[in-house]
């Protein structure tokens, strides 16, 4: 298997023109995905996480928006692709689960018609061939009797049908990267559960390549094999899955890891959340972007977090954009571990 990555972005920067001024969602993001693996990416609310997908996608505003940087699909380049080129990639190459399956979906088609219509896009099917393609699709995401639901339409369908019924139709011309927004976001524990075992069978079936996008780091640990931690439009943390969770190196990631509760702790101890509220990327912090919220700062002194962007230095892939010494990071993250398991 060749060694360069399926999918490659580096020095990703998406910026929004607005009346107040120009929105830095994305700025200088870098990162890799090979065949078959799933990449997390995970991040409070406007820290990025979908600016970027997007931006993969092709799909922000050329009017009202800048993107720059390099996005390389199976050693394509996305961002000097034409819209022609980028028509014919999505849906067929590449697809997104969106987060709201009822927005995304229209009221006035039914769902086969739906499914029908992006294979028929891309793969010139007759109207009988696209309805045989969808009662196939709907069976193999476990909607029931897909022959009769194939003409129902969105609003007959529960939460997690609707959201099954969307994996279908990313996967009908099955494309080799997908990415999923926050696909689980509004079902319950079971239906949840149920969808994240339905997108790792389809991937060990087709090999498809997945980025995963969540604020949820229990779904991360069920699904992703390797996980970037975002915030303010930067990484500022990456490694494995094992990695960020059982030996987090930033103290954004910290602070995400403590705001949950854990079935070992002792529950008369609170959550600790995080202090402050996430930055404007109008008018982003100075230095690090999380010095204002964090609570080591003064462990660094000298004023440094508020004065200098710490890099992001990755040793294997692995690495976190903090000027924290390596020795205190580890000494922290080691004492957070103890606290959380009291």
């Given at each position: ?252 990631t910290w602070g995400l890891l403590g705001s949950m509760p854990t079935l070992e702790g002792d529950v008369d101890v609170p959550l600790s959340p995080i202090p402050g509220t ?18 080591f700062a003064e462990q660094v002194g000298g004023g440094r977090c508020a004065a200098e962007q710490p890099p992001l230095e990755l040793v294997e892939g692995r690495g976190a ?22």
């Amino acid at each position: 298997m060749s060694s360069t990555p399926f999918l490659s972005v580096r020095d990703l920067r998406v910026h929004f023109s607005t009346e107040d001024g120009m929105v830095k969602a994305v700025d200088g993001l870098s990162f890799d995905l090979a065949h078959g693996k799933t990449l997390g990416i995970v991040g409070e609310s406007g820290s990025g996480k979908s600016v970027t997908n997007l931006a993969v996608l092709g799909l922000h505003h050329p009017d009202h928006t800048e993107v720059s940087g390099e996005i390389l699909l199976d050693g394509q380049d996305l961002l000097t692709a034409t819209e022609r080129e980028l028509e014919r990639l999505r849906g067929n190459k590449m697809a997104m689960i969106f987060q709201d399956a009822l927005a995304s979906l229209s009221p006035y088609h039914s769902i086969g018609r739906q499914i029908g219509e992006t294979y028929r896009k891309h793969t010139g099917a007759s109207k009988r061939d696209a309805r045989a393609r969808a009662v196939e699709m709907l069976r193999k995401v476990g909607i029931p009797q897909p022959d009769l639901r194939v003409d129902d339409y969105p609003h007959q369908f529960s939460g997690g049908m609707r959201q099954r019924a969307m994996i279908a139709m990313a996967l009908v011309c099955n494309p080799e990267l997908l990415i999923a927004d926050e696909p689980t976001t509004a079902l319950d524990v079971t239906v949840q559960a149920q969808i994240m075992d339905l997108l790792k069978e389809l991937q060990q079936e087709t090999g498809t390549s997945i980025i995963f996008i969540t604020h949820d780091l229990g779904v991360i640990a069920d699904i992703a094999d390797d996980v970037l931690v975002m915030y303010g439009g930067k990484c500022v943390e990456r490694g494995t899955k094992q990695e960020v969770l059982r030996a987090p190196q930033h103290p954004y990631t910290w602070g995400l890891l403590g705001s949950m509760p854990t079935l070992e702790g002792d529950v008369d101890v609170p959550l600790s959340p995080i202090p402050g509220t996430p930055p404007s990327l109008l008018n982003p912090p100075t230095g690090c972007r999380f010095h204002p919220r964090c609570t080591f700062a003064e462990q660094v002194g000298g004023g440094r977090c508020a004065a200098e962007q710490p890099p992001l230095e990755l040793v294997e892939g692995r690495g976190a954009a903090c000027h924290l010494t390596g020795e205190q990071r580890a000494r922290f993250s080691a004492d957070r571990a103890a606290a959380r398991a009291h």
